[in-house]
């Protein structure tokens, strides 16, 4: 029988392997090979019909090293505690790379939103942000959205925590909606990023947009605006899918009557196209193409469906999508890969633009937030390629040493108190 996947198992595989390749002793990263704090609440909501209804709750701060945590929150019937420790030090990682001044945290909730009325996700939502208050705040823990939750989400919470402190606080969350505070640009942060980082890989390999096929597990609010995006840059979308399933077209799927299909919450699997076939995930992560796009949820790409992957690159726009024994598989096969904590880092980038708007009381134009989107990517791309180049190491790898080596100079300037 094979071992279950603990996703905060996959990152230490991965930290230790990159922490070796650069010549890192453990004791000089061993502190960040674990959480800082770990919160697990219980969440009562009292239901729509009366009855009380018990939910579990988390909030994981793995490092405050180089500054107040950051990262999502996550509504997920698969949550666990390992899970969101994972991802919680993804962030940190994800952070470091891109070069803002945030360490990570996540948090969830298990529980299908889907099962839930709208007022019943609100009086969840508000519970759990008063368990998880005395740990969070403006210069402390900054949530955001993830997979199951959204700005009205971010909303609530900040609502909630000000009210608790008896005045408007809107830097505690971001991806808030502009009303209350949040960025323009905020909404499309982390699918402009995969573009970002797509269109400078391609120039790197000199392959023009309109010669690329791509494909993209994920239609969510990342996995759609990637695939709109790179649509608009040339680039051939041949196949897409959701929860329900996927649909796939050699010469390309019309990406934009794609979205206006699932604009209203309606599926995949409800959508034909003249051309097209309906496949499910795992035909679409096999699908021929030159760049493969997950952005779904995390351990798609086992060591099983990594030899059968029909790509010539894999773009992480998920989190922790591939295992580290799919790694393997993808170097022996020659198959690059750019890793989720540099791919995916521009939602947090932007969450760092409204963070810093609202501190200071600011608002900038979409066209600042993007330029600086633009900027702060590239750079980490660099970065890591010449990680990759100088130690000649994955870019996995490469990101990793990149991340360990900037959280670590800041520990050990820090030093360990008291």
Request: hydrophobic letters at 40%.
């Amino acid at each position: 029988m094979s071992k279950k996947y603990n996703a905060y198992d996959n990152f230490l595989t991965v930290l230790d392997k990159a922490a070796k390749a650069v010549g890192m002793p453990e004791e000089e990263y061993l502190v960040i090979r674990y959480p800082e704090r770990e919160l697990k609440v219980s969440v009562p909501v009292r239901m729509d019909d009366g009855s009380v209804r018990v939910f579990e709750g988390y909030r994981v701060q793995h490092s405050t090293s180089r500054g107040p945590c950051k990262g999502g929150i996550r509504y997920h019937e698969d949550v666990n505690i390992d899970e969101v420790k994972a991802l919680a030090a993804w962030m940190s990682f994800k952070c470091a790379v891109a070069g803002i001044p945030y360490g990570g945290a996540k948090g969830g909730i298990k529980v299908d939103p889907s099962t839930l009325s709208k007022g019943e996700l609100e009086r969840l939502t508000r519970r759990y942000t008063a368990m998880i208050l005395p740990i969070i705040g403006p210069e402390k823990d900054i949530p955001a959205p993830d997979v199951g939750t959204n700005a009205q989400v971010m909303d609530w919470i900040m609502d909630t925590y000000s009210m608790m402190n008896g005045y408007t606080i809107p830097g505690v969350v971001t991806g808030k909606d502009l009303e209350v505070g949040g960025s323009l640009g905020r909404p499309d942060a982390t699918g402009r990023g995969v573009m970002i980082i797509t269109m400078e890989v391609l120039d790197k390999f000199k392959l023009a947009p309109e010669d690329v096929s791509v494909a993209v597990q994920g239609f969510g609010n990342v996995g759609s605006v990637a695939a709109r995006l790179l649509h608009e840059k040339g680039c051939r979308i041949v196949a897409v899918s959701d929860v329900s399933g996927g649909i796939r077209k050699e010469s390309g799927l019309d990406i934009p009557a794609v979205l206006a299909h699932t604009k209203n919450g309606r599926l995949i699997k409800d959508y034909d196209e003249d051309g097209a076939e309906h496949i499910d995930n795992k035909q679409l992560l096999t699908t021929k193409c030159d760049i493969l796009i997950p952005a779904a949820l995390e351990n798609q790409i086992t060591e099983e469906v990594a030899e059968n992957l029909n790509c010539r690159l894999v773009i992480e726009a998920a989190n922790g999508p591939t295992t580290a024994q799919a790694d393997a598989v993808l170097e022996r096969r020659g198959i690059y890969l750019l890793p989720d904590i540099l791919t995916n880092a521009g939602g947090v980038v932007v969450s760092y633009c409204e963070w810093v708007q609202n501190l200071q009381s600011l608002t900038w134009d979409e066209n600042e937030v993007n330029a600086l989107l633009f900027k702060v990517m590239t750079r980490a791309l660099e970065d890591v390629y010449h990680k990759a180049r100088d130690y000649k190491i994955s870019y996995r790898l490469a990101a990793y040493a990149v991340a360990v080596e900037r959280i670590c100079k800041a520990k050990a300037k820090r030093g360990i108190f008291p």
